[in-house]
C-alpha cells in the first residue's frame, strides 16, 4: 500500500519560512523522483518544485531562488523548505511520485498559508 503523508504547513507572514515534510511508504523510495505540487484556492494543482532518485533538481519559475527541495532516502522522506513567502504561495502542497503508476498517488495534502 502507498502512502504519502506531508506535514509542516501553516500560517505564516509574508517574508517567513516553513519546512514541508512528505513521508513515503510502500514504494522503494531511492528508486523514484518525487515532486511538490500546489492547489491555490479557486485554482488548479500546479507543479512547484520536483527532485530525481539522483538529486537532480527543478523549480517553477516563481519559486526559484526561494524554495529548496531536497530528500532523504534513508528517511523515506522528501521536504520542501520554502524561504521569503508570498501571499500568493498560499495553498494546499502536495507531494506526488510522478514516475510511479504515473503519479496516481496523492497524500492529503499540508494547508499553507501566507497573510499578516
Known amino acids: 500500500q502507498v502512502q504519502l503523508v506531508e506535514s509542516g504547513g501553516g500560517l505564516v507572514q509574508p517574508g517567513g519560512s516553513l519546512r514541508l515534510s512528505c513521508a513515503a511508504s510502500g514504494i522503494i523510495f531511492s528508486a523514484y523522483g518525487m515532486a511538490w505540487y500546489r492547489q491555490p484556492p479557486g485554482k488548479q494543482r500546479e507543479l512547484v518544485a520536483d527532485i530525481t532518485n539522483t538529486g537532480i533538481t527543478n523549480y517553477v519559475d516563481s519559486v526559484k531562488g526561494r524554495f529548496t527541495i531536497s530528500r532523504d532516502n534513508a528517511r523515506n522522506t522528501v521536504y520542501l523548505q520554502m524561504n521569503s513567502l508570498k501571499p500568493e504561495d498560499t495553498a494546499v502542497y502536495y507531494c506526488?511520485?510522478?514516475?510511479?503508476?504515473?503519479?496516481?498517488?496523492w497524500g492529503q495534502g499540508t494547508q499553507v498559508t501566507v497573510s499578516s
Open positions: 506526488n511520485i510522478p514516475g510511479f503508476r504515473r503519479g496516481m498517488y
